[in-house]
Structure formats: structure tokens, C-alpha cells
């Protein structure tokens, strides 16, 4: 009997949107058939099977919901199955916590660390996790890894608030936020003063000395009516539904929020821009462009002269769209897309990365590139 997990597709993500289940647990496959299908923020995966049997997908598995990196999605046996709970223990149906899938015994405190730091327990040869063990590994591993997000929870940067500078809130204090703040760095005539995150291990911590806070509603618009900041914005862009939640709770509660666009980024003549969006570094806005609210924009995209684009949408880097095309709301875009001229792209829609779209997209409905790669070992006996 062989296990398939969630495996990790890119290095932006740590859970992804199941996006097709093919078959139903109990059916007969075969060697590569497609079993399931999921997306990150930039990236798609079709997972294959690597043999002939029956497969028995885990009873909480369902499609349109995220799942972290190592959750079980499946079995494979030879035979008929019968007693699945023994498989899909409570840890893998919850999704949350099944990046633990593991015959390991960890305990409560040792599993909390494990949480709030998206540790794979499968690094440790130790058959017991404790919290002991947890914390040496973090003080190896913390205190000089420049590209873990511990590291910047640490380290301060001194801003000093002048007469005419914007005072600047920002929910989510995750790695999304340290790229936004690279592109506030840049502008200069933004303080950031205050972040909003609801991960209890990092509330009342700094990220580059800028204070946590916890996020609720209700401290956003007090931290408003006492002037803390004057807009708002929201960081992050894996979890769109999440997202376009904040942002009517915000625009609800008449909370102003914040256009960000890097300073490299070109916007054109006749540009109409809404609320909310951040256009991150040499993205490109053509002239007679209508941009809704609450999109983020990747590195060197570009939208041609009359394009129209909806609310709530996320694009990886290297969008390319042509001139007239319309894009509509909650949509996904991977890395590495063209679009060309007046084409549609409906609302909830996934496009892949790697995709040239040529005609129009319907709503709700997966562009994929189904090229197929290879990755063969170099021979360096020769």
C-alpha cells in the first residue's frame, strides 16, 4: 500500500487548492493515471499514480479547499480496503496538522513549536519530538537563515514619521508582508507603523521593529478613530476568499485603504486605479486601464492599453495580457502567462503557469499547461 501527501510545488506556499479529484475511493486505476490535481498562488501539480490498485481517497479531502504541505490525500493498495480509519487517522482528516503524518510520538509542546514554525518532523531521526529537541534545532537554524521569516521578527529598521508621510497599517505579518515592505522601503513617503496577524506565537513580537498586533476588527477601527494610521492595507495573497473577506469588512467599516505600487512600476495615462491593490517591482500599467480594488500584482507584469480588471484577483509574475481583454473577479493567475488580444477571463477562474490564452475563459473553470517535463540525473561518470 503506498501513501500520497501534498507534496511542496513552490517555495511561496505551504498549503494549496485542491482543484480535481478524479476518482471516487474504491475505483480500480491504473499506473499513471492522474489522481488528484492542486495549484498554489504560481504553481500547478497533477499527481500520478505510481502503480495499479485501488484507490482510497481520505474522507476529508474536498475540492476548493486549501491543505497544508505532507496532508495525506491518499492510498493505493493492491487489494479491496475495508477499516480507512486505521489509515486517515484524526491528525490527516483535520488537514491542519497533517504535515505530521508520522509513526513519530511528539509531544504537546514540542507539536505547538512544530505548528508555529511549519516543521517537517520527518528531518528528525528521533522516534520522540520533544520540545527540547524542537528548540535546538530552531537555535541552529534561526540565528542565521536569511530567508526564514524568524530571522526578520528579530531585526529592526528605525522609521522616523515626518509632516506629509502616509502612516500605514498592514494585515498579515508573514513573509508576504516582508515583501510588501521591501516595495514601502522603496517609495519613502510611507511609514509602516503597525501590523495585524491573528498567529498567536508571533502577537506582540516586531517584524523589522514594527509592532504586532492582534488582528480583530475592533482594534483596527479603534487604532483608526485614535489615528494610529491613516490607511490600510492587506499583505497577503494566497487565500483569496480570506482576502476579499477583509477588505469588505474594512470598506464596510469605512477604513481607508491604501493603493501600493512600487516605484519602478509604469502607469500610463488615463488610468483609473480603485483601493487596495499593490503592484510589486517593473509592472506595467498601459494607458485607457481600468483596475478594480484589492488585486496583487507580481514582479514584471503587464496590462495593455483597455484592459479592464475585476476586484480580488492575484497574479504570479510575468503576466502578459494584450490589449481590450477583460478579467473578472477571485481569479488565480500562475507564473508565466500570456493573454492575448480581448480575450474574457471569467470570475473564479485558475489559470496555470506556463498557459498562452488564446480564447475566452468561463467562470469557474482551470486553464491548464499540460506539458509534460522530464528530469533526468546528469551523468558525471564520462
Known sequence: MNKYFIEQINVSDNEYLITSIPFNSGDRISRGD??????????????DSNEDGYIY???????????KIGYLLAVISEEPLDHLDEIFNEGSLSGKDSFQDT????????????????IDVNIFDDEI??????????????NHSFQDI???????????????QKKLAIIGAGKAALQLLDTIFELKNIDPVVLYDNNSSII?????????????VETIIADYNQRLYDEIIISFSGNIAERKRWF??????????????????????????????IFFANTRIGPFVEIGNNNVVSSYCSFEHHNKLGNHNTFGPSVIFSGSCTIGNEIKFGTGIFIEPK?????????????????????????????????????TDE
Do not use: W
Open 343 to 379: 480575450v474574457k477571463i471569467g470570475d473564479h477562474s485558475i489559470i496555470s503557469s506556463g498557459c498562452i490564452v488564446q480564447k475566452n475563459i468561463p467562470e469557474y473553470n482551470i486553464l491548464r499547461n499540460t506539458a509534460k517535463f522530464e528530469l533526468k540525473k546528469i551523468n
Open 150 to 164: 524568524e530571522y526578520y521578527y528579530s531585526k529592526s529598521i528605525d522609521f522616523k514619521v515626518r509632516n506629509g
Open 129 to 142: 519530538i520533544s520540545e527540547e529537541i524542537i528548540l535546538e534545532y530552531l537555535s541552529k537554524t534561526e
Open 34 to 47: 492522474i489522481i488528484i490535481s492542486y495549484e498554489s498562488s504560481k504553481a500547478d501539480f497533477d499527481g
Open 204 to 216: 506582540g513580537k516586531t517584524l523589522l521593529g514594527i509592532e504586532i498586533k492582534q488582528l480583530s
Open 103 to 118: 509513526d513519530k510520538i511528539i509531544t504537546k509542546k514540542a507539536k505547538k513549536l512544530i505548528d508555529s514554525h511549519n
Open 248 to 277: 469588505e469588512v474594512l470598506d464596510s467599516n469605512h477604513i481607508p485603504m491604501a493603493n501600493v505600487l512600487h516605484p519602478t512600476c509604469i502607469v500610463s495615462n488615463f488610468v483609473n486605479i480603485g483601493k487596495g491593490n
Open 57 to 67: 481517497y481520505n474522507p476529508s479531502l474536498q475540492l476548493k479547499k486549501n491543505y
